[in-house]
């Protein structure tokens, strides 16, 4: 049995500054990845592919998904058959701005490259990412890094490891390209340069955020509760939602906001985790 963790992927920072030709949209995006996430296995005595965990059921019945793509898309680039029954432990919330998906994907060529003797630096198995989705790549490597282009041109930047991230969905999937369609179009700037990795992302926002609290006002009520959190510093809405995220000065604050919210809130769901 092969197992390879797929970490969620959280955007400190989202700046969308124009929509290009191709109906895509230039991005700048700090990228982190945080601990927990779905997990990817392989069972080379079996065939097929299987779902399961607390969030497996929004999955059952896809015979058609990025894990599956995945799959295929490396055994053509590579001449290889992908023999095995692949099993996706999904623990994140689906339609969620984690990168859920884009994580399951990766996840599964890392695994595959693993088991074919194949560095993860080789090229086309970024090329297989890039054609999955534009987090891909990201969630490929799993390293705190800005993302410009589509979000698939990565600079490696210093991370913040350790630092305490609570996660928090207020119940909703939010369907990306609605979000995207409805952003304003202003170009509002880029990242700024300086500083560590949360002070830029302090600096910087979300341009997602006020289109998708069109589609999912809901989402306004988290970042509330996240901001009167005592210890929380980093508030803010991840992707195009529906979870957000705030990080704490330390472990303590964080657990004790974790506890809170499970009582105020017992129908959202909430992660205690840390940055990588």
Same mark, same amino acid.
């Given at each position: 049995m092969l197992i390879e963790p797929a970490p969620a992927?959280?955007? *400190?920072? *989202?700046?969308?500054? &124009? &929509?290009?030709?191709d109906g895509y949209h230039e991005l700048e995006t700090l990228f982190a990845f945080v601990r927990d996430g779905d997990v990817v296995r392989i069972d080379p005595?079996?065939?097929g592919f299987a779902v399961e965990g607390p969030f497996g059921g929004a999955l059952a019945g896809e015979g058609d998904n *990025?894990?599956?793509r995945a799959r295929a898309g490396f055994a053509a680039a590579f001449g290889v058959k992908t023999p095995g029954r692949i099993t996706l432990d999904k623990r994140l919330p689906v339609a969620s701005g984690l990168g859920g998906g884009s994580a399951d994907a990766a996840a599964t060529l890392r695994l595959l490259a693993r088991r074919e003797g194949i560095a993860i630096a080789d090229p086309r198995l970024f090329a297989v990412a890039d054609a999955l989705g534009s987090d891909v790549p990201a969630c490929l490597y799993g390293r705190t890094a800005i993302g410009t282009g589509r979000g698939e041109q990565l600079a490696w930047i210093e991370g913040a490891p350790g630092v305490p991230v609570l996660l928090v969905n207020p119940g909703v999937? !939010?369907?990306t390209g609605p979000v995207f369609a409805a952003w304003?179009? !202003?170009d509002r700037g880029p990242i700024p340069a300086d500083g560590d990795l949360i002070a830029r992302a302090r600096a910087g &926002?979300?341009? *997602?955020?006020p289109p998708a609290l069109t589609i999912a006002p809901k989402i306004a009520d988290a970042v509330a509760w996240l901001e009167r959190q005592p210890g929380a510093e980093l508030c803010r809405m991840s992707g195009s939602g529906a979870t957000c995220f705030a990080t704490f000065a330390d472990a303590a604050t964080c657990g004790a906001a974790a506890e809170r919210l499970r009582a105020d809130e017992p129908g959202w769901w909430c992660l205690e985790t840390v940055l990588t």
């Open positions: 992927k959280l955007n *400190l920072a *989202l700046h969308v500054r &124009r &929509r290009r030709d005595a079996g065939e *990025l894990v599956t999937a !939010v369907a304003d179009r !202003v &926002r979300n341009d *997602l955020y």
